[in-house]
């Protein structure tokens, strides 16, 4: 007998193990190197995309504007190429904006009060609107500087430095997130705010952190994005939004169920990077891919709500 | 026993309504000291006010003799006067030893970043728990797998962990079974013989007979009664919350 709670730890995990052993007998090319690279390279931006978005909802806070700030932070990046600036100086503006991103969302939602499911729409709006008056509607593409594009397409031996940037990343949340104070106020912050604010807990800071983070998320992803196609156009990291949510969410059926953590939404991002890629390689037709998101993005939340109800029915 | 907190005169209006009209306590060090009252007679007020969550108008509250004015939680807590308040305690799905740090984590240095000291938490969360409750052993236990008692045991634990002299506890067995309830009063008593002093805030008179050493009636914001507890049973209490009068004022 395998223990119940061992289901709901690593259920997921194991059916996304089971699932990539299956395409790797029955995917065509699925298990080249060639592809199984591409897969990695794929999951890195939706991997730091949806990390951000983790921090965000760990303090209980939704993001729903990541995919187009990301955009935003990308566009911004493409004009200062474009017009010969120094690369870093490009990369900062890009991080910058992200970060900007997720700091006034943050003001709104803890100074203003917007519920952050409203003034993000919002922030995601007006980056989009900016995004395309920037670009004036098209593309940024150029030769641009091959130290900038070694970001995104360098390798180091046979390993593309993007993955290592990505490995990094994930090193560093995981290590913020539940070795550190910050990490811990930000959890408590979520859990129950009235809690962590009479205990001493700096809650505004927190849930302003969550926001700031998933902001700067979406501009690093900005930078690899951008020098990984040598071009920015608005809308570029759209597809990310669903993404990157399903993600987070597959990852909240996972290591500590109902609760959003790094662990899992890492994993969460493997198995829809993983099964997007299966299906296109198996000949599913493109539509089959957003019927899937959206019965990954239902189902898990299904499972971790009736994680919550026995919970809630135990008292 | 010296008088170990006192509030002097507090006043707290909200708009046009007054919550507390002068409100004069002296709590002495190592008693329980009840607050009851009706609803609305500004109990939830004077907590408040004592936890820094509201600050008074007019008054102030005096501890060891020292003059204190609480602008946020924090500062209340740094003064030595923990509020363990009935739903608002805890985070049910983080575990034990968490929510006894909540706000206070220890952290080692390791090549010179301040992580987590996640053993030393359930070390010291354990001690903590061993002297309210020797049947929780477990510190990573996530609160929601707790008894109401045993939460209790929990938040009460973290006001032990910030060193607070002063315990106060607002309604702590309102939403408790019988069994639940002689947990906590148990877990009172034990807080009296360790020293603090405790502030109890209850409805159930019985639990206040129970436990209490002296008992102050708030009525529309005003201390009408003070008095002590021996030989108060339960339905003379409720009588004089009810009434406001009192034959004999003994305290």
């Known amino acids: ?315 | 026993m010296p008088v170990k907190i006192s509030t002097r005169n507090i006043y707290k209006n909200y708009g046009a309504v007054e919550a507390l009209r002068g409100v004069s306590i002296d709590i002495h060090e190592g008693e329980v000291h009840a607050i009851c009252g009706d609803n609305g007679a500004g109990k939830s007020t004077l907590i408040k006010v004592l936890a820094g969550v509201e600050m008074p108008d007019r008054g102030e509250v005096v501890i060891d003799g020292a003059p204190c004015r609480f602008t946020t939680p924090t500062e209340s807590l740094k003064a030595g006067l923990a509020t363990i308040h009935q739903d608002l305690a805890v985070a049910a799905r983080m575990s034990i030893y968490e929510n006894i740090f909540m706000g206070a984590e220890l952290t080692k240095n390791v090549l010179g970043i301040r992580m987590l000291d996640k053993k030393k938490m359930r070390q010291d969360a354990a001690g903590y728990m061993s002297q309210l409750n020797k049947s929780i052993t477990d510190m990573n236990i996530k609160v929601e797998e707790l008894s109401g008692g045993q939460r209790q045991a929990v938040a009460i634990c973290r006001a032990l962990r910030w060193n607070a002299n002063i315990v106060i506890l607002d309604e702590p067995t309102a939403a408790l079974g019988v069994r639940e309830t002689e947990q906590v009063l148990e877990l009172v008593r034990s807080l009296k013989q360790s020293g603090k002093t405790v502030i109890l805030i209850s409805h159930s008179m019985k639990d206040v007979v129970a436990v209490a050493d002296r008992v102050s009636i708030l009525r529309n914001g005003q201390n009408q009664i003070d008095l002590l507890a021996a030989d108060l049973s339960a339905d003379r209490l409720s009588h004089y919350i009810l009434s406001g009068e009192v034959e004999q004022v003994q305290a």
């Open chain 1, 1 to 315: 007998m395998i223990p119940k709670h061992a289901i709901e730890k690593y259920g997921t995990l194991f059916a996304g193990l089971v699932l990539f052993a299956f395409l790797m007998v029955f995917a065509e090319n699925f298990a080249s190197t060639a592809n199984l690279l591409n897969v990695l390279k794929q999951v890195s931006f939706l991997m730091v995309l949806s990390i951000g978005f983790t921090f965000a909802l760990i303090a209980s806070e939704l993001d729903l504007s990541f995919a187009n700030v990301c955009s935003l932070s990308a566009v911004v990046i493409g004009s200062l190429m474009q017009a010969a600036y120094p690369w870093p100086l490009a990369v900062s503006a890009g991080l910058a904006m992200g970060l900007f991103a997720g700091l006034l969302n943050g003001y709104l939602v803890t100074y203003l009060k917007v519920p952050s499911l409203i003034s993000t729409l919002g922030t995601a709006s007006v980056a989009n609107g900016l995004a395309f008056m920037i670009t004036g509607g098209v593309a940024f593409v150029g030769r641009w500087d091959p130290d900038f594009l070694f970001l995104g397409r360098g390798k180091i031996g046979p390993v593309p430095v993007i993955i290592l940037f990505t490995l990094a990343i994930v090193a560093l949340s995981f290590f913020l997130s539940t070795q550190t104070k910050t990490g811990i106020h930000l959890q408590a912050t979520g859990e129950n705010e009235e809690a962590a604010r009479r205990s001493g807990i700096n809650t505004r800071k927190s849930k302003i952190l969550g926001l700031a983070l998933s902001g700067l998320a979406a501009g690093l992803t900005a930078v690899f994005l951008v020098a990984n196609l040598s071009s920015a156009a608005p809308q570029m990291a759209g597809d990310f939004l669903l993404n990157g949510i399903a993600a987070t969410l597959l990852g909240m059926t996972m290591f500590t169920p109902a609760k959003p953590n790094i662990l899992g939404t890492i994993v969460g991002a493997l198995i829809i990077v993983v099964l997007s890629n299966g299906l296109v390689l198996l000949g599913a037709q493109y539509y089959i891919q957003d019927i899937m998101l959206g019965i990954i993005i239902v189902a898990s939340v299904a499972v971790s709500a009736s994680v919550l109800k026995r919970a809630a029915f135990a008292l």
